[in-house]
């Protein structure tokens, strides 16, 4: 195995509750830094795929190596500390409405114990990055469906993860939402050095952003190659402060919460 290679799978099956494989026999290596979309009809095992990786569902037969570390045998501990590099983003956002947007961001910076003048300062300059700044004091309930996606994104990214799975985040947005999120994936990929794993529906985006893709079918996965798209254009309502000292700037940011 390479030594950027983050994710690999060897001959992993999985099932549940000893019912036929949803996958089988999947083997590959995906390095750092990657930007892969996942493919698949309804019920395909992409979803199955995300769970596998994000340690949620345990595979029958194989083995899953995470950041150069096989998986089979990990206490629950540690793989509470194998998430904590990992962040996943649903298609229906999973926001506490009984919290502020700023708490919603804030809340995996506090699980975490991190200091309070720190998590002010990271999830102001995250709420800009996702261009919300102003609904900081909102309730979740009251954003648009593309707003209330990139306080998801925004409260994935606030722990600069090694490795982002997006389960589907487009799927309740317009074309125009589902660019700008895009436009957010991008940045995180190039800017942080995210391995993102996104699974849509949608062959549009595919089409347009030219990112390898992975397809699920009959239990089995492919790849087909692209190449990575020219960065886009800004769009209003979108970070404005998306250029690369900013974000170089917040990048850094996120690398004090290591030494926290």
Request: hydrophobic share 40%; with cysteine; charged share 20%.
């Amino acid at each position: 195995m390479e030594d950027n290679t983050v994710i690999s799978f060897a001959n992993v099956g999985a099932r549940y509750d000893g019912g036929h494989d949803i996958l089988t026999d999947v083997s590959f290596n995906i390095g750092a830094g990657s930007f892969y979309f996942l493919s698949g009809a309804s019920g395909a095992g992409k979803t199955t795929l995300l769970r596998l990786i994000y340690q949620l569902h345990k595979p029958c037969r194989g083995m899953i190596k995470l950041f150069g570390r096989s998986t089979n045998d990990l206490s629950r501990d540690e793989i509470s500390g194998m998430r904590h590099k990992m962040a996943i983003v649903f298609q229906e956002y999973s926001l506490l409405s009984h919290m502020s947007v700023f708490d919603n961001i804030a809340l995996p910076l506090r699980v975490r114990g991190i200091d309070e003048a720190k998590i002010k300062k990271l999830v102001s300059k995250t709420l800009e990055w996702v261009g919300l700044a102003k609904y900081a004091n909102a309730n979740p309930k009251t954003l648009s469906g593309g707003q209330q996606q990139r306080v998801s994104v925004a409260r994935a990214i606030i722990v600069q993860p090694a490795i982002l799975l997006a389960d589907e985040p487009t799927g309740n947005l317009d074309d125009e939402n589902a660019s700008r999120l895009m436009e957010l994936f991008i940045q995180m990929n190039k800017m942080f050095g995210t391995t993102i794993i996104l699974a849509t529906h949608n062959t549009k985006l595919i089409d347009t952003y030219k990112f390898p893709v992975i397809h699920v079918e009959n239990h089995k996965l492919t790849f087909s190659g692209g190449k990575k798209p020219a960065p886009q254009k800004s769009t209003t309502d979108t970070p404005t402060t998306g250029d690369k000292s900013f974000l170089s700037k917040l990048s850094k940011q996120f690398e004090d919460i290591g030494n926290a």
